[in-house]
């Protein structure tokens, strides 16, 4: 990550909002700090854990799923935005185009690439705690888990780990089953035509 400040100021919020869709960075102490470009375990995964969310919260009237890019505000000098947010029905959350400036998701999930781990861990934990996300799952693609935070008091504790090929069934999502084989393995590429 390499943070860009410019000479005279610090970036806010409007700033941070004000960045191109395909702009990878993030608002971190008033820096804009380039994130990793996400790589193909990465998306991938995101893909499918978005993909289970969608079809979840459809199925049961519950909500909205959103993915990669939509940003939320931490602070005026903090914003973020995680691989997969969720937004249950009557969450008083001030959605905007362009982020989330009032109110919390009521699920963060970030699926870690190899720099990100302890930014993931730590900082996002952190954010994520004080903004006040019930829930926060953290994927590792490289070590073949998840993990199922949730939010007791003022900080998360471990309420799920789980590896390889299990499959994760967690209590806040009723009847929601992923199968962690469908994160780490991807289908075979279809053959060119």
């Given at each position: 990550m390499r943070p860009a400040r410019p000479p005279l100021a610090e970036y806010t919020w409007d700033d941070f909002i004000a960045?191109?869709?395909?702009?990878?960075?993030?608002?971190?102490?008033?820096?804009?700090?380039?994130?990793?470009?996400?790589?193909?375990?990465?998306?991938?995964?995101?893909?499918?854990?978005?993909?289970?969310l969608c079809r979840w919260c459809l199925a049961h009237k519950a909500?909205?799923?959103?993915?990669?890019?939509?940003?939320?505000?931490i602070d005026d000098h903090h914003g973020v935005m995680p691989?997969?947010?969720?937004?249950?029905?009557?969450?008083?959350?001030?959605l905007e185009e362009?982020?989330?400036?009032?109110?919390?998701?009521?699920?963060?999930?970030?699926v870690v690439?190899?720099?990100?781990?302890?930014?993931?861990?730590?900082?996002k934990l952190q954010w994520y705690a004080g903004l006040g996300v019930p829930e926060y799952w953290v994927v590792d693609p490289n070590e073949r888990s998840l993990w199922r935070l949730v939010l007791q008091g003022d900080h998360y504790v471990v309420?799920?780990?789980h590896e390889e090929a299990e499959?994760?069934?967690?209590?806040?999502?009723?009847?929601?089953?992923?199968?962690?084989?469908?994160?780490?393995?991807?289908?075979e590429e279809p053959p060119a035509p």
């Open positions: 960045l191109d869709e395909d702009d990878p960075r993030e608002l971190v102490c008033g820096d804009l700090v380039e994130i990793e470009v996400p790589g193909l375990r990465h998306e991938h995964a995101v893909g499918v854990i978005g993909f289970e909500g909205r799923v959103l993915l990669s890019g939509y940003k939320i505000r691989d997969a947010q969720v937004y249950r029905r009557g969450n008083p959350a001030r362009a982020g989330l400036t009032e109110g919390r998701p009521d699920l963060a999930v970030e690439s190899p720099s990100s781990g302890r930014y993931d861990r730590v900082r309420a799920q780990v499959t994760f069934r967690p209590e806040s999502f009723p009847g929601l089953e992923i199968p962690l084989a469908t994160l780490w393995d991807s289908p």
